[in-house]
């Protein structure tokens, strides 16, 4: 049963969208939707919160370059090609703001989520656990290389998973990543 109830609260989160088009209704669910986080002025530049736990991080692109980078090789279903991303581990980012990671992530911090946006505000959510190492062998990773160069018109900054079948959830152009609670 408590499978089937994450499995619901993540589907009725993915659902929220970051627009900032329209007017931000109070959802009618105990879920609520994260504040949308500041869209940073220039492109390079990606914003990092924990809502009202912490406040928020701003890397820009030499700050991000300066932090120690895996390299993940995974196959991108929309090119059907195998592609090298080099770029942070997002555990590794959601450290900036406090996030509860490895023992600490236990009990009521076990309903925490992560909302990626991209500059288009195209969105995509993760539970906590699904980006925590000592929870998940897949990786998530936030690149700022492909194949030894930047990411172009794809950047400066992509999220990419690699135990997803598809790529729905990388997001490009990555402006902001959001630490949320269910309320």
């Known amino acids: 049963m408590r499978n089937h109830l994450g499995l619901i609260l ?28 500041p869209t940073p002025a220039s492109g390079d530049a990606l914003v990092l919160s924990a809502g009202s736990d912490h406040s928020p991080v701003a890397l820009s692109a030499a700050d991000f370059s300066a932090l120690p980078h ?15 991303y080099s770029g942070v581990p997002l555990a ?13 992530l ?12 991209g500059a288009d505000h195209y969105s ?6 699904e980006v925590d190492p000592s929870f998940h ?10 194949d030894g160069k930047p990411l172009g018109s794809d950047g400066p900054f992509r999220l990419v998973v690699s135990d997803d079948k598809r790529p729905a959830r990388w997001v490009h152009n990555l402006v902001s990543i959001t630490l949320a609670n269910v309320q």
Do not use: W
């Open 92 to 104: 590794t980012l959601l450290a900036k703001v406090n996030a509860p990671l490895g023992s600490d």
């Open 124 to 129: 995509v959510v993760f539970s906590l656990a």
């Open 106 to 117: 236990r009990g009521k911090q076990m309903t925490r989520y992560v909302v990626a946006t």
């Open 70 to 84: 895996v390299t993940l090789t995974v196959h991108n279903a929309h090119s059907n090609a195998d592609e090298s």
């Open 10 to 37: 993540l589907l009725a989160i993915s659902i929220i969208r970051c627009d900032a088009a329209l007017p931000q209704q109070a959802p009618a669910t105990a879920v609520t939707a994260a504040t949308p986080s």
């Open 137 to 146: 062998a897949g990786q998530v990773i936030v690149a700022d290389a492909r």
